[in-house]
């Protein structure tokens, strides 16, 4: 039944890409990460890209978020190249994604409430109150407890930084967010917690998630659609059920039928 | 942000937010209408504010907030809405949305449930109380420095006498390492720092002096005071600045990653292996560097004597011989080694104390250096006194 609805979504969605990328290339010194990578990110879905270890999953997003400039090959967000933005619509359009990176990335020396708060100055001028009351929010979206805001990041659990995280990507209500493995080192318990507040998330606020991740669990729960990176190249994307009907490169049977992701289907 | 309309956006703006207070029937309606996203909540939260609550006139009044003229709606906008609905039902006026999307009720419905009432107090604020509260907190901290440092000066002592005992636990390579980054890539700068400074107090010796005709005593007081006062201080100012700091930087960074704590657990004593080799290099190099800054002072003197008083080497030399002796030299190098104890010892603790946050690594190194700076300041002039007291 799943599988009927996200194809549906994925039917719906086809209409609007948000993310285009064609024929990206990239390396490093001799070390030659993709060749000529096409990937599309549609509106309002999920999309889990994975990978082996080293296939440039994060070289990946943070090519797409532009800290990392690729050799060749284009980036249409929102329908726009971002080659072609001058450096205020360069700053309006990150106004409208929000990145969570692996650890959190929280600033050591602000308390989360002005973690969350950082965004709203840096792009809006808000009051201060609304500001505060704002951040409440976003605390209480991620499910984190009011006590957390006036903590330090380094007085926060693993997984607590992650949520924080999450808050301050989340703080201007982007339109897309980029999740850099959210579920990694968190226990399974927490793990599958923070995948349905993704979801939950992503219905409420109508976003485009793209993610990085490993979890098989989060793959089957919250993930619409999968691009597999492997062979210098995205080798195919389809709903997580499709790749694993019909894998069709040795990597993603391994990944999708192996072991573990029996149980995960379990 | 959610839009009304799911599918192709088309390239136009959005309408300029608004609202408007209609009455229908027994209802009062909040028309509201356009984008009311984060970027446009200053507007509306300001004419908000300004909009007086309708007071129900009969108990079966009720009121509405009719969001069907809303293009966009976030988070921040969904936020401004249950606000008001909230003022409005704590006035007795029962209030529902109408012209709801299915997208738009799922974030009306989270954010109402999350909008929490209960807040913590930041500890943080600023209150007679508080300022208070920091002056004891600030006059009994200076008691539980010395205390903290006492115990540290006693922890060190110990790990020192257990080294002496099992000799194999003595860290060569790490003390090798810090002989040469405190003590041999200091001598440069301290040669230059001495030499100048010894030509400084020549120079304005002998123009005082002259005055009274006693310009060649300038001589004496270069001597005595650059081996009794100058040569170890100056040494010790700078070898806080450079050393002290860097201890604290890089027992701190270990502490903030929890290498520290991952050292314990594997069975190594971070006293062992981080702070005795630092101390005990700052304790070898302290004195020698102490004599370099004694002859460079001297030496800076010299060129100066040559300069203003026309006194050439071996006359400099004459004169210097028979106004200083021994004592005056054992005066100041008696001071390094203890000077070096007080740099080490601050150095590390404050890097032990370093908590999680980068900018608690800058507070430790700043103030590593200015205690540092300071006990060895205070400890001169005490030793200064008891070294004359007992005619030294
Ligand atoms: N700044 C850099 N300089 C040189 N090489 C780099 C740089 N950043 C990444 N690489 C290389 O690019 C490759 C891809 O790295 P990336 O971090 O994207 O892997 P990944 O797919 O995210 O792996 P993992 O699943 O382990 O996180 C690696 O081989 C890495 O060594
Ligand atoms: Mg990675």
Redesign the interface.
């Known amino acids: 039944m799943s599988q009927t609805m996200s194809q549906e979504i994925v039917a719906n969605r086809e209409?609007?890409t948000v993310i285009a990328v064609r024929g990206l290339a990239k390396s490093f010194g001799s070390q030659q990460i993709w060749k000529s990578l096409d990937l599309d990110v549609y509106r309002?879905e999920v999309l889990g890209v994975v990978g082996g270890s080293g296939q440039g999953k994060s070289v990946l997003l943070r090519v797409i978020t532009g800290l990392v400039k690729p050799d060749a090959g284009t980036i249409r967000i929102f329908d726009r190249d971002v080659r072609d933005l001058s450096r205020e619509e360069k700053v309006d359009m990150e106004a409208r994604w929000g990145v969570l990176f692996q650890d959190g990335a929280l600033f050591?020396?602000l308390?989360v409430l002005q973690n969350i708060q950082v965004p709203?100055r840096e792009h809006?001028?808000?009051?201060q109150s609304?500001m505060d009351?704002?951040a409440?929010?976003?605390l209480?979206?991620v499910g984190l407890r009011?006590?957390a805001?006036?903590k330090?990041?380094?007085?926060l659990s693993g997984g607590m930084r992650k949520r924080a995280g999450l808050a301050r990507a989340?703080s201007?209500?982007p339109?897309i967010v980029f999740l850099d493995e959210p579920t990694a080192g968190l226990d399974p318990i927490g793990a599958s917690e923070f995948d349905h507040l993704i979801r939950?998330l992503q219905?409420?606020?109508?976003l485009t998630v793209y993610m990085v991740t490993h979890d098989l669990d989060s793959i089957f729960t919250v993930c619409d659609r999968v691009a597999v990176l492997a062979d210098n190249m995205i080798v195919k994307t389809g709903t997580p059920e499709q790749l694993r009907r019909k894998p069709e490169h040795p990597w993603i049977e391994e990944y999708f039928c192996g072991e573990r992701a029996r149980a995960a289907k379990a | 942000?959610?839009?009304r309309h799911?599918?192709?956006?088309l390239p136009t703006r959005a309408a300029a937010p608004g609202f408007r207070i209609e009455l229908r029937g027994t209802a009062f309606c909040l028309v509201a209408s356009g984008s009311w996203?984060?970027?446009e909540?200053?507007d509306l939260?300001g004419g908000l504010k300004r909009l007086r609550v309708p007071i129900p006139p009969t108990p079966d009044f009720t009121g509405e907030m009719d969001i069907s003229g809303i293009e966009q709606l976030?988070?921040?906008g969904a936020?401004l809405l249950q606000?008001t609905a909230r003022l409005w039902e704590a006035r007795g006026l029962k209030t529902r949305f109408s012209g709801m999307t299915e997208?738009f009720e799922?974030?009306l419905e989270?954010?109402r449930r999350?909008?929490?009432q209960?807040?913590?107090a930041?500890?943080?604020g600023a209150s007679i109380s508080g300022l208070v509260r920091e002056w004891g907190v600030a006059v009994t901290g200076v008691g539980r420095e010395a205390v903290l440092l006492t115990g540290f000066l006693g922890a060190v002592t110990a790990t020192f006498v257990r080294i002496a005992s099992q000799i194999w636990r003595f860290r060569p390579v790490s003390f090798v390492h810090h002989l040469d980054h405190t003590g041999f890539r200091a001598v440069p700068i301290i040669a230059l720092i001495c030499a100048l400074i010894g030509a400084v107090i020549m120079q304005q010796g002998v123009v005082q002096l002259r005055t009274f005709g006693a310009e060649t005593f300038a001589v004496n007081m270069v001597g005595i005071l650059s081996l009794r006062e100058v040569g170890v201080l100056l040494t010790a100012i700078m070898v806080a600045g450079r050393s002290g700091s860097a201890f604290t930087a890089e027992i701190g960074s270990m502490k903030?990653r929890e290498e520290i704590d991952a050292m314990r657990t594997l069975g190594i004593d971070p006293m062992e292996t981080l702070v005795a080799p630092r101390v005990l290099a700052l304790i070898v190099v302290v004195p020698l560097l102490t004599f370099l800054g004694d002859m460079m002072c001297l030496v800076g003197g010299g060129l100066m004597a040559q300069v203003y008083l026309g006194l050439d080497a071996a006359a400099y030399i004459e004169t210097l011989h028979n106004a200083i002796d021994m004592r005056h030299f054992f005066a100041g190098m008696i001071k390094a080694p203890f000077a070096a104890l007080i740099i080490g010892l601050v150095g590390c603790l404050e890097g032990l104390k370093v908590?999680?946050?980068?900018?608690s690594l800058g507070f430790h190194v700043t103030s590593a250096v200015v205690k540092a700076i300071f006990l060895v300041i205070v400890f001169d002039a005490v030793f200064a006194m008891f070294l004359s007291s007992i005619g030294i």
Do not use: N
């Open positions: 209409s609007e309002g050591s020396s308390s709203m809006l001028d808000l009051p609304i009351d704002l409440f929010l976003k209480a979206m009011p006590e805001a006036h330090f990041p380094s007085e989340l201007l209500d339109e939950k219905q409420t606020l109508g | 942000m959610l839009k799911t599918g192709v956006i996203t984060v970027r909540v200053t939260d976030d988070t921040a936020w606000r997208g799922i974030l989270e954010v999350r909008s929490t209960d807040r913590p930041d500890e943080g903030m908590t999680g946050s980068a900018e």
